[in-house]
């Protein structure tokens, strides 16, 4: 059974650019969560997405985005990147129903220079 | 608002040593989940357990053990006689449990860094 697929793995970006981020799910589940992982604040959750629909979103600016396909692969966006956007985000995955868990890919890591 | 506390940034044993990893949370939720994840060097949470806010009984699992305990928040994490492959970051978190399903709204703690030493 194939895992969370995020990719890239690895991305350099330039202050002032934007980025797209992939995560493909395991096959079957429905729901995607995205998080950011930094150094200073350690991992946060940036939204999720079920059913190509946003139903939980955390604490960021509206520079940060995201959306689900019909396939359930869901990607996300920063537009106006900033030295501080610097991070791993991470991708989970889970079936939406109760007493299920989240499955989490590798991450992509995220350089702005 | 919810929280996690890992009191423990690192911690160092030797091989074969027993240690216990710290968690202590704060929700205004009645009914959650908590979990431990792994993270490797290779960047990829691992899912270790997750238990009910209403399961308090413990969970033994290998050299793994979890000792939750609602009356003071805490869901402590053991193992037993540690080997140099669980040197890892450790996270505890917690998520609400709404009725409408598993929504992962994770709320993590900073982590602890464990060393195990051959």
């Known amino acids: 059974k194939a895992g969370v697929t995020q990719t890239p793995r690895y991305l350099i970006k330039t202050r002032g650019q934007q980025v797209t981020l992939s995560c493909s799910p395991i096959?079957?589940?429905?729901?995607v969560s995205w998080y950011q992982q930094t150094p200073g604040q350690g991992l946060q959750f940036l939204f999720e997405?079920?059913?190509?629909?946003?139903?939980n979103k955390g604490n960021f600016p509206g520079r940060f985005s995201g959306r689900q396909f019909s396939n359930s692969r869901s990607e996300m966006n920063v537009s106006t990147l900033e030295l501080g956007d610097s991070a791993l985000y991470l991708c989970?995955?889970?079936?939406?129903?109760?007493?299920?868990?989240?499955?989490f890919g590798q991450g992509t890591r995220l350089t702005v220079v | 608002a919810q929280k996690v506390t890992q009191a423990q940034t690192e911690i160092s044993v030797v091989e074969k040593e027993d240690v216990t990893l710290d968690c202590v949370y704060e929700?205004?939720?009645?009914?959650?989940?908590l979990f431990w994840y792994k993270q490797p060097p290779s960047g990829e949470l691992v899912f270790l357990i997750r238990?009910?806010?209403?399961?308090?009984q413990n969970e033994i699992s290998g050299r793994y053990s979890w000792n939750f305990q609602k009356s003071t928040s805490s869901f402590n994490f053991t193992i037993t006689a540690s080997q140099v492959v669980d040197s890892a970051v450790y996270f505890c978190?917690?998520?609400?449990?709404?009725?409408?399903?598993?929504?992962?709204?994770?709320?993590f703690g900073k982590g602890t860094l464990l060393t195990v030493n051959p």
């Open positions: 978190a917690l998520t609400p449990r709404h009725s409408g399903g598993s929504n992962y709204k994770l709320t």
């Open positions: 096959s079957g589940h429905r729901s």
């Open positions: 929700t205004r939720d009645t009914t959650y989940y």
């Open positions: 989970a995955s889970s079936r939406l129903a109760r007493d299920t868990e989240a499955f």
């Open positions: 997405y079920f059913s190509e629909t946003q139903r």
């Open positions: 238990r009910n806010s209403f399961d308090e």
